[in-house]
């Protein structure tokens, strides 16, 4: 069973790479830009889109794992007082 999980992992593994790659691919016109008078350079549409996925995937959990954080702090602040 072991072997089939692995096959799927890596199959979807494979579909992913090659979905982003063609994403990379296709998303080559350049894109600037605008945000509060701050402009970024010409980039291609593709590596801005990708770049705030990534920037995103970090931020959230980041975001999660303080607000955890501050939860566990106050029930056990919570306990205490008890």
């Known amino acids: 069973m072991s072997s089939v999980k692995r096959a799927v992992l890596v199959v979807f593994a494979l579909v992913v790479i090659f979905g982003t790659m ?3 691919l296709e998303n080559q016109q350049p894109t600037s830009l605008v945000f509060l008078g701050w402009s970024t350079p010409e980039l291609p ?4 889109v990708i770049g705030s996925l990534l920037l995103g995937m970090l931020i959230g959990p980041a975001m999660g794992f303080i607000a955890y ?6 029930l056990k602040r919570n306990l ?3």
């Open 69 to 74: 954080k501050r939860k566990s702090a106050r």
């Open 22 to 24: 063609i994403f990379i």
């Open 80 to 82: 205490v007082q008890s």
């Open 45 to 48: 549409a593709s590596l801005i």
